[in-house]
Every structure is written in C-alpha cells, then in structure tokens.
C-alpha cells in the first residue's frame, strides 16, 4: 500500500490519463456512432452500405490491430499526427500519442456505439417515421423531433455498456507510449515487487470507480428519461 | 482425359521439390546452433553437494527450469522459430546448469517477463530467473538475488541524424521510449523526459525510426545489438546514467542456492567461460568483454 500511497500523485495522474482518453474518444465515439447510426436507418442506400461497411471493418478487428495500425502503420505512411503538438489552446497542447490512441478508440469504439443507437432506433415503431413523414416532416426533422427522442430512451443501457468497455479499453494505449492507470501499474509493480498485490487491487479499485461513476450516471439518465 | 497424366505428374514433382526445401530447411535450422560454445557438464555432480539441499535434489533429477527472457537480443531472445532461447543469460544459465550435471538440452527454458520473474519463483514455477534481473533491496523482500553476474548502465539510442540529443542532460522534454513499466522509463522521467511505454523494444526502436520518439533507453548493450542491426540509422549516445546489476533470482525458501550460485560463478570467471559466454553472444556486436563484475556476499 505504501509504495502507491507515497506516490499518490502519480496515482492520480495515471488515471487522469485514462479520464482523458476515455472522455476525449468516449464523446469522439458518440458523435461519430450517431452519425453513422443516422446514415444506416437512413433513406440513401449507398450512404446505408458504407456506414454498414464501417461497421464490419472496425466491429470485426481486434482492437489491438488498430492501435497497432496507429502506431506502425500510420507514421509510416507519412501521418504521425505530429501537428496537433504546435497548436496550444490555453497554454494547453495535446501529444500526438495521444491523438493515435483516441483516434484508435474512437474508431473502434464507433462501430457499436452506431449498432446500439440503430437498435434503439429499431426499438420505435415504424408507424411513428411514417406518421412524422405523413405530417410533412424531412427525413432529418423526423429523426430529431420524433425518433430519437424516443430512441434514445432505450439505448441508454446498450450505450452504457460500450462505454464501459471504453474506459477498459483505454489499458491497450498503455503499450502504445500512454502513461495511463495500466503502464503506471506496471511501473509500481517493477519498482515495488514486494507489494504487487495491493498495488494491483488498488488500481483495479481506481477502475472499479470510474466505471461505477459511468453506471451511476446511466442510471439517474434513465430514471429521469422514463415516461410513465 | 488427356493432361490428366501430366498434371499428377507435376504434383508428384512439386511434392518431391516441397520435400526437398522442407528438408534443407530443417538442415539449416540444425546448423544454427554451432555459434554457440561448448558446456561443461559436471560429472557424477550430484555427490558434490548435501543432502537435503536443493542443488542435490536439482543434481539428482538432472532437471532444472530456468527463467529467461525471450524479447532482448543478445541478452536473451527467442525467435518464433527458435527451439531455444540464445544469449547471455541463458549462457550463464548453461553454466550453472554444468555444474549440476544438467546437459543444455536438458534444461527447461521458461519466458520471464518482468512482471512475473517474483511470482515465477515462490511458486517454484522456476529454480532460477536469469532475466536482465536487476538487484534491488525491494525484489529482496520477496526473492533471492545472487551475483552480480554483469553490470551494465542505461544509454540513448537515436537517429544517426539527431544532433539535439548528445547524451542524458539533453533530453528534458523530449519524447523516449523503452518498455511500459521497466526502471529505465522511471530514470528518464525523473531526468524530464516524456516516457513513451511500448511492449517490446522491436516496437520502439521502429518508432525511434519513425521519428515518432527521440530516443530510445535502456541498458547501453540492447541498445548496441540494435546499432549495430543498422548503423546507418542508428546510433547509442552519452555516457551510461545508471548502474544496473544483473542478479540471478532463486526461491528465498532455498537460501543455500546463493552460495552455490556465487561459487560456480567465480569459477567460470576464473576459467574463462563467463568471457567466452560473453563473447558469443553480447559480444557479436563488436564489443569487448567489460571488467568481472564483484560478486555480493551471501551472508548480507
């Protein structure tokens, strides 16, 4: 206990990088999942294709493949991300080690969020989109003021579920240059081999309580989205 | 009907020219292992020690596991097609091995990691952990370390056209990578560097070429196997900044292991197989021998 407590800052940091990542690819996920969840259910068939293609590719591949193809493949081919590191918002700049392992996230943690919104979208009865478009309504308008309100209801669960697995997912980064909750373990464990296992319950503990938080919050949504 | 003859012809001879490769291939494969020395192996070794020590039940059994690591050329690697590990430290795990009476194939090599070299031994998954083992008082605690069978200090590894990055004091700031959790990531962190963790060192040295890092550490002999791979592009920096002493771990339930350990290392210092393991393997790269390191006394 000792070792982590002496360096409880570091503690800290540690999983102040994991919040990060996991904010940062957790909101770039949602963002990008919606979009792509709008362009499945939507009207234009080739748009329809390509998002389900999206979801095969990134669905299907080991998420450790794509922080892989981040890393070794990408600065290869010329996009090391090393521009984000001039631009400084606020004396605050972001490392381009970061940028890959969000963007490797992002993209993977995508492909479900876009499966889980088309399933709430799927949960709202089609009468509801016909009705909406009887009344005059466009097929964006529709989807904003009639379905996804409604959709969006019952994806809270599935959705909490893939965020969850996010902030889990963030430990890959910590092969890939992110000094997050998982490489800062291992560095305690090396420097300390004679407490590894409470340095190892502790950071599980760190995890337990970011994810509980997640679980938490899903529950107050849900409780205050339910109509009677 | 007719190309059918023709065609079993030609998939007879493929067959016959697939066998032929399969068979220099394993040719091959067997040739690889004349880089490395002879070993001693101690005769009737068993009646040389106690009863009731663990050298003797080792002795007896003509058994012995040993811990190395599989990722570090030169110190201890094993390629995907290997049989066995190469490199320093499975040499001295040869060594001591010999002096059981243990023949090197009769040794079973298990992968250490770093994070499982403690838990490896008080299980007695392992006898011994020859594993870049650096001796701290923390490992200590919970292990038997013996030795130092060779020190070495942590250097820089960059691009050949790096000219910002001369030596240990230049790389405040700058991007370094090495293995996620190892000791030389928290030396260049304490140093001001940002340190960048990968899983293996073959990773890094690629993101050291990518120009995705600045540099590369870890202790100086790695990262001159990997210089010496591609000199072009490559080069070690700087004096060594940390001194690193390679002890060999055993079970703190067998602390009679220690004095043996020290005792077949003195030998092979004085007999010149700790030299030749040295040479066949670190060595390769073109260095000398460094000076016998000062073996710690057991009774501390």
Not at chain 1, 45 to 67: E, K, Q, S
Not at chain 1, 152 to 173: C, E, F, G, H, Y
Not at chain 2, 112 to 122: A, G, H, K, M, V
Not at chain 2, 177 to 186: E, M, R
Request: aromatic share 10%; hydrophobic share 45%; proline share 4%.
């Amino acid at each position: 206990m000792e070792a982590v407590f002496s360096n409880f800052d570091e503690y800290l940091k540690a999983f102040g990088v994991t919040l990060g990542l996991f904010v940062v690819s957790g909101i770039g996920s949602l963002v990008l999942g919606l979009f792509l969840a709008s362009l499945r259910v939507g009207p234009v068939a080739i748009m329809r294709r390509a998002a389900a293609l999206y979801v095969i590719i990134f669905r299907n591949t080991p998420l450790l493949m794509i922080f892989i193809f981040m890393a070794a493949a990408m600065p290869k081919l010329g996009y090391n991300f090393k521009w984000v590191e001039d631009i400084e918002i606020a004396g605050w700049s972001v490392s381009a080690f970061f940028v890959r392992s969000t963007l490797a996230l992002t993209l993977y943690t995508s492909a479900f969020v876009c499966e889980a919104f088309r399933s709430g979208v799927n949960s709202v009865d089609l009468g509801q989109a016909e009705a909406a478009r009887a009344v005059g309504l466009t097929f964006a308008q529709s989807m904003r003021y009639v379905v996804l309100p409604q959709a969006l209801r019952a994806v809270v669960p599935p959705l909490t579920s893939v965020q969850v697995a996010l902030i889990k997912n963030t430990s890959v980064a910590a092969a890939f240059g992110m000094a997050e909750a998982t490489a800062t373990m291992r560095a305690f464990t090396n420097n300390n081999a004679d407490e590894r296992i409470q340095i190892f319950l502790l950071f599980a503990l760190g995890y337990i309580i970011l994810v509980e938080i997640v679980a938490l919050s899903s529950y107050v949504l849900e409780r205050k989205w339910k109509v009677a | 009907m007719r190309p059918r003859p023709t065609l079993r012809r030609f998939t007879a001879a493929a067959a016959a020219a697939v066998l032929a490769t399969s068979i220099t291939a394993c040719g091959n494969a067997g040739n690889d292992d004349s880089e490395t020395r002879d070993v001693d192996v101690a005769e009737n070794a068993a009646d040389e020690f106690e009863d009731g020590t663990r050298m003797k039940e080792l002795a007896e059994d003509g058994k012995i596991t040993i811990g190395v690591k599989y990722d570090q050329p030169g110190l201890g690697f094993k390629g995907a097609t290997d049989d066995m590990p190469r490199g320093f430290d499975p040499e001295i795990g040869k060594i001591l091995a010999g002096s059981l009476g243990i023949a090197p194939e009769d040794i079973t090599w298990k992968e250490t990691i770093s994070d499982n070299r403690e838990p490896f031994l008080q299980e007695g998954e392992v006898d011994l952990v020859i594993a870049t083992y650096s001796i701290t008082d923390e490992r200590r605690q919970v292990v038997g370390q013996a030795g130092p069978y060779y020190v070495t200090g942590q250097q820089l590894l960059v691009r050949s056209d790096n000219d910002e990055i001369n030596g240990v004091e230049d790389i405040k700031g700058s991007e370094v990578c090495s293995v996620t959790g190892s000791t030389s990531l928290d030396n260049v962190k304490k140093e001001g560097a940002k340190p960048r963790g990968f899983d293996t060192y073959s990773e890094c040295v690629d993101q050291v070429l990518d120009g995705t890092v600045d540099a590369m550490t870890t202790d100086g002999t790695i990262l001159l196997g990997y210089a010496a791979e591609q000199p072009d592009d490559l080069k070690v920096v700087g004096e060594p900044f940390s001194e690193e002493l390679y002890g060999i771990g055993y079970s703190k339930d067998r602390p009679e292991m220690c004095q043996w350990i020290n005792d077949t290392l003195t030998q092979a210092f004085e007999d010149g197989s700790w030299e030749e393991a040295f040479d066949v393997t670190l060595g390769e790269s073109g260095v000398d021998a460094p000076e016998k390191p000062e073996l710690q006394s057991c009774d501390a």
